[in-house]
């Protein structure tokens, strides 16, 4: 009996001290953050590799079939779309919601060996961007001496037979302005009212990817232009000044809200 009372004394002191807070509750993960609502199809693979052997990255985002590629860097020495795209992955994860319907492929390093080595061209001296078979191309050793003479122009152009976009946007700096190439005007007039980048037609140049995928297939494509002082901005300044325009490019036709 003496036992029975010291156990249930006991027992009321713990339970009095555990609510006083004097005695530490059991501990439990904790949840950080918030739930996902959705699970997001993504995958993230290497495509090919440069003429340096450096591994070319895409990310897939979504299942839907409205496609809209965007790539950076096809000019090594223009770098800032580079984090730009980095945080637009971050965000559509984020935001499952705006790929309903939808797939988002990004490439955030179209032309890794360029950019390590700080130059426009690839590790051939190059230009990627008029390297492309359009009916305006040229052959000389800065565009290349044949078209898709180089194994990352090879590589847009497979991925864009891969995937069959409704449309493509390539950053690039330093011209500030959306430029466009085939259907296109509409949809750099929507994407011009995210951002301050006027809307411009600046011409095709030969061999580019704009005069390939927009002349030659019949694909909008944006040539998105930022500024030279966007070198100098973080992923976080990029995102604000630019990120409404990439997500009016991935929703289109529709407003972002
Ligand atoms: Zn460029």
Redesign the pocket.
Known sequence: MNKWIKFSTLCILFGVLAFSGCVEPVQYPQIVGEVPTAIIPTRYRIVGTSVQRRPIMCLELGAGSDVTVIMAT??GN?AAGTPLVRRLSWYLREHPELLSGRKVVLMAVANPDGMVNGT?YNAKGVDL?RNFEAANRINTKETGLLPLSEPEAVIIKRLIQEYKPDRIVSI??PLNCIDYDGPARTLAEHMGKYCALPVKKLGARPGSLGSYAGETLGIPIITF?MTEADSKLNSVSLWQKYGRALLAAIVYPDMVR
């Open positions: 096809i000019h223009e426009r961007n690039h700096q232009e």
